[in-house]
């Protein structure tokens, strides 16, 4: 089968070939580490480790970039309001961010390059675009370096917009461009800033440009052309614009496919630091749903769907999720444990369709009910086939609940409580069902019934769950 994708700038759905015969380079646009990461910022991780995921699955060796971005306008704001310096803010919430990877099960990137490691290729390609006449210094003694829009005829063909339409950059003075539309590479000293954020260059002390930075990681890790460019819809513009129009215009042929994943909003509008409309994994944990069910409820969706979040529509996931958890543990006690086998014909095709894992979900839900069937009637071999099926596709999504990566310590040690607790009251249940005081046997299931423990009795005695 092969795989087709959405891209961007072609607006259509298009067989994915790739640049080099049986490997395939992905580079997705990371976080700007101003602060900690809330579930909107995940949500593009989530869906760039299942692609590299089925990739990998389709039989190519991929190479998965996803950069930090540790030196910005939002990051140096921050250094001035906490009186910190820029570089501790940065890692202290990259630290922050890898640890709500690492709880989402987002397998860790090929490289993870900072903005601060390029400098000297951010140098270079800017000192490509002056000498080729399509950047230009500022005639204002700042030491800014713009890139001069007028020079790209295509400008405005990945977000679909016209340039003549298009507002004033607000990156620098328009007093220092030659079109308010220019955009910066370079941004030299400023007496408001904190002054340990500068780098020589030359034209000055400075820093760079957000958009330049992309442009020297790919250049640097993936070279000048590679083959899947993502990240979220609200990059298209002016991010990844501008990062298209200044490394095709310093000869790159730069990427083959643009990818880009709805947005996560909360009150209508995109979930964002600067809305105050955020919510974090420890808000999402302390609401009682664990981090394998908040994957499940970011990639039920397609991944160019927006998603409207609600409590609701995350507890609703959650159960769904535990329907699935549910089969596999039945059907590990009666048919026996067994390893991930192969995926149904209904979610292969899904997954070659634009990564779609709404369609995808949907082929598990159906092989979970043709085992339960399977369980009702008997049909043990039946079922275990299902039960491998299952947790082959699972782990395709990176969902499988045998996964090592949902067993935390913390999460064992919780579980271990509970499974204490909830086997003492399953003893005095027993025991009051053995001496036949019925009334006695039913509080005891009622009770653990409000604290969300179902329990189903079995020829190999009570089973009990959890959210069920």
Not at 97 to 125: D, G
Not at 179 to 185: I, Q, S, T, V, W
Not at 202 to 221: N, Q
């Amino acid at each position: 089968m092969t795989l087709r994708l959405y891209d961007t700038l072609t607006r259509q759905v298009r067989d994915f070939v790739p640049r080099v015969p049986g490997q395939a380079s992905i580079y997705l646009c990371g976080l700007t580490v101003q602060s900690g990461p809330h579930i909107g910022h995940l949500r593009s991780g989530v869906n760039y480790d299942v692609l590299r995921r089925w990739l990998v699955h389709s039989g190519y060796s991929v190479t998965f970039v996803r950069n930090i971005t540790d030196i910005d306008d939002k990051v140096l704001a921050k250094s001035l309001e906490q009186g910190r310096p820029f570089w501790a803010i940065a890692y202290e919430n990259e630290v922050l961010l890898e640890s709500s990877y690492r709880a989402l099960n987002v397998e860790p990137p090929s490289y993870e390059p900072r903005a601060t490691q390029c400098i000297p290729e951010m140098h270079e390609l800017i000192k490509t675009l002056i000498e080729n006449g399509h950047a230009y210094v500022a005639g204002d003694g700042s030491g800014d370096v713009y890139f001069a829009v007028s020079t790209y005829p295509d400008y405005g063909a990945l977000s679909g917009q016209k340039p003549d339409e298009m507002l004033a950059a607000a990156d620098g003075p328009e007093r220092a461009k030659k079109d308010p539309r220019d955009f910066a590479l370079w941004k030299g000293v400023k007496p408001n800033e904190p002054q340990d954020a500068y780098w020589p260059s030359p034209w000055g002390r400075g820093r760079p440009g957000w958009h330049i930075e992309c442009s020297a990681m790919t250049l640097r890790f993936l070279g000048p052309e590679f083959d899947i460019h993502g990240g979220g819809t609200d990059l298209i513009f002016p991010h990844h614009e501008n990062e298209m129009t200044q490394s095709r215009s310093a000869g790159h042929p730069f990427a083959r496919f643009w990818l880009h994943n709805g947005m996560l909003d909360l009150g209508g509008e995109k979930m964002a630091k600067s809305v105050g409309n955020v919510i974090d994994i420890a808000a999402v944990v302390q609401h009682g749903i664990r981090p394998v069910e908040l994957r499940y409820y970011m990639l039920a969706p397609h991944y160019r769907a927006r998603i409207e979040f609600s409590w609701g529509a995350l507890e609703e996931a959650a159960s769904g999720y535990q329907r699935i958890e549910g089969f596999i543990q039945r059907a590990t006690e009666l048919a026996g444990a067994t390893e991930p086998t192969v995926i149904c014909a209904e979610f292969g095709e899904a997954m070659d369709d634009d990564l779609n894992t709404s369609a995808a979900v949907a082929a598990i839900h159906d092989v979970v009910r043709e085992g339960n069937t399977a369980l009702a009637a008997g049909d043990l071999a039946t079922a275990k086939g299902a039960l491998g099926s299952v947790r082959a596709m699972l782990g395709l999504l990176g969902l499988d609940p045998a996964d090592p990566a949902f067993a935390k310590a913390g999460d064992r040690g919780l579980r271990e409580t509970v499974d204490a607790l909830v086997a003492l009251a399953l003893q005095q249940r027993t025991a009051a069902r053995e001496r036949k005081d019925w009334a006695a046997a039913d509080a005891v299931r009622d009770q653990l019934k409000q604290a969300g423990v179902t329990v189903e009795d079995t020829p190999h005695g009570p089973r009990w769950t959890v959210g069920e």
